[in-house]
């Protein structure tokens, strides 16, 4: 099974201020024949489920605002939230859909400092 | 407008059974792969099986094999997950997930149920 991890297990960031979470895999997520990675990226708010953000570790989501960014490619992948809002508070989880079966990160936490 | 609604969890006993149910909405069902995904209390993100659109092939969890059962019923529109030989570690709120595309698996997960509860205690 591919291993995802997750860093840091939470970060507090100001309001306005730029998040940073990164997602390493334990093997490449760069399929060749197309040139994409297979890596997504959810957000949780609290009693909430879980909802895309990001695919192909760097296509936002319909709907999601410009300030999250994926980036990243074969192993190693980050999600940015530029000028983080309160509303952005949550935990976010990387996902690879390279192979069965789907792997999770562990999930960061990211709170308002 | 997607909607994906689950239902059936409750309290069993271990090595009781459980039938979850997801009814879907706003898109073409037959045409996608579907996929339940369980969150333990205060833990992470497992996925735990997922159907391809036709229900040709299914694929399940290691931790799960043998005692869990995916199906679909395209003409209702319905997903479920048929869970027997219970254990105190399935405890968990399970997710209907949407898959973005339908003959292959795994995919990433466009769209989410709610959730249903399911707790396994004596």
């Known amino acids: 099974d591919i291993v995802m991890t997750q860093s840091p297990d939470s970060l507090a960031v100001s309001l306005g201020e730029r998040a940073t979470i990164n997602c390493k895999s334990s093997q490449s997520l760069l399929y060749s024949s197309n040139k994409k990675n297979y890596l997504s990226w959810y957000q949780q708010k609290p009693g909430q489920p879980p909802k895309l953000l990001i695919y192909w570790a760097s296509t936002r989501d319909s709907g999601v605002p410009d300030r999250f960014s994926g980036s990243g490619s074969g192993t190693d992948f980050t999600l940015t939230i530029n000028s983080l809002q309160a509303e952005d508070v949550a935990v976010y989880y990387c996902q690879q859909y390279y192979n069965t079966p789907n792997t999770f990160g562990q999930g960061t936490k990211v709170e308002i400092k | 407008e997607v909607q994906l609604l689950e239902s059936g969890g409750g309290l069993r006993q271990p090595g009781g059974s459980l039938r979850l149910s997801c009814a879907a909405s706003?898109?073409?069902?037959?045409?996608?792969?579907m996929s339940w995904v369980r969150q333990a209390p205060g833990r992470g993100l497992e996925w735990v099986s997922s159907?391809?659109?036709?229900?040709?092939?299914?694929y399940y969890a290691d931790s799960v094999k043998g005692r869990f059962t995916i199906s679909r019923d395209n003409s209702r529109n319905t997903l479920y997950l048929q869970m027997s030989t219970l254990r105190a570690e399935d405890t968990a709120e399970y997710y209907c997930?949407?898959?973005?595309?339908?003959?292959?698996?795994?995919?990433?997960?466009?769209?989410w149920g709610q959730g249903t509860l399911v707790t396994v205690s004596s």
């Open positions: 706003g898109f073409t069902f037959s045409n996608y792969a």
């Open positions: 997930a949407k898959d973005h595309r339908g003959n292959y698996v795994p995919g990433y997960f466009d769209y």
């Open positions: 159907i391809t659109d036709s229900g040709a092939a299914t």
